[in-house]
T-cell receptor, first 118, second 118 residues
Framework: GAGVSQTPSNKVTEKGKYVELRCDPI?????LYWYRQSLGQGPEFLIY????????DSGLPNDRFFAVRPEGSVSTLKIQRTERGDSAVYLC????????????????FGSGTQLSVL | AQKITQTQPGMFVQEKEAVTLDCTYD???????LFWYKQPSSGEMIFLIY??????QNATEGRYSLNFQKARKSANLVISASQLGDSAMYFC???????????????FGQGTRLTINP
């Protein structure tokens, strides 16, 4: 399809395990975002990529969380030593390069990965 | 710090009626952007409408309009002629001050669950 694709849609893991969540953005979109949505809450910003580099990772909660986007397209969010508090829906979004320096480009979100840490 | 407040956890409306979803925000920035996103049960966030802080006219997108009252720091979403397919979670969001060009680092409210009754 033409939208943002996230895999897996559901991931169940045990406390202490390592997980990887994948995001395929819309083709040609240079900006990629990861957000985390806990139950009953709005999404919270984690990290933003412009191209291959992480331009803003200020939302990552601690050093167990890491994300990469080596070729400027697909991104992987990696969580080490998972904790029960990491359980949430992890949303990926992409957007095209802003025109004329504007910043009102809408984000195109995927359906998210529901992570459950037992 | 920027904050978004949505005081209505749930709203119930009859089909074809208009509905207003409330959103207030707090920021010390002069330049900011306000967004509304819809999240159906599928989980993806769908962009509805955008209002820039310097826009003098209220934004409109089809059946959606944003009632922007800058002095009151409110950005309510109005949906006219509601449809059954409008049933979903609705999130108000603010774009934080731009530090990196193109960054759409959004702060979301807790959302309002809208149910349209036939």
């Amino acid at each position: 399809g033409a939208g943002v694709s996230q895999t897996p849609s559901n991931k169940v893991t045990e406390k202490g395990k390592y997980v990887e969540l994948r995001c395929d953005p819309i083709s040609g979109h240079t900006a990629l975002y990861w957000y985390r949505q806990s139950l009953g809450q709005g999404p919270e910003f984690l990290i933003y990529f412009q191209g291959t580099g992480a331009a803003d990772d200020s939302g990552l909660p601690n050093d167990r969380f890491f994300a990469v986007r080596p070729e400027g397209s697909v991104s992987t969010l990696k969580i080490q030593r998972t904790e029960r508090g990491d359980s949430a829906v992890y949303l990926c979004a992409s957007s095209p390069k802003p025109r004329g320096g504007g910043t009102n480009e809408k984000l195109f979100f995927g359906s998210g990965t529901q992570l459950s840490v037992l | 710090a920027q904050k978004i407040t949505q005081t209505q956890p749930g709203m119930f409306v009859q089909e074809k009626e208009a509905v207003t979803l409330d959103c207030t925000y707090d920021t010390s920035d002069q330049s900011y952007g306000l967004f509304w996103y819809k999240q159906p049960s599928s989980g993806e966030m769908i962009f509805l409408i955008y209002q820039g802080s310097y826009d003098e006219q209220n934004a409109t997108e089809g059946r959606y309009s944003l009632n922007f009252q800058k002095a009151r720091k409110s950005a309510n979403l109005v949906i006219s002629a509601s449809q059954l397919g409008d049933s979903a979670m609705y999130f108000c969001a603010m774009r934080e001050a731009v530090i990196i060009q193109g960054a759409q680092k959004l702060v979301f409210g807790q959302g309002t669950r809208l149910t349209i009754n036939p």
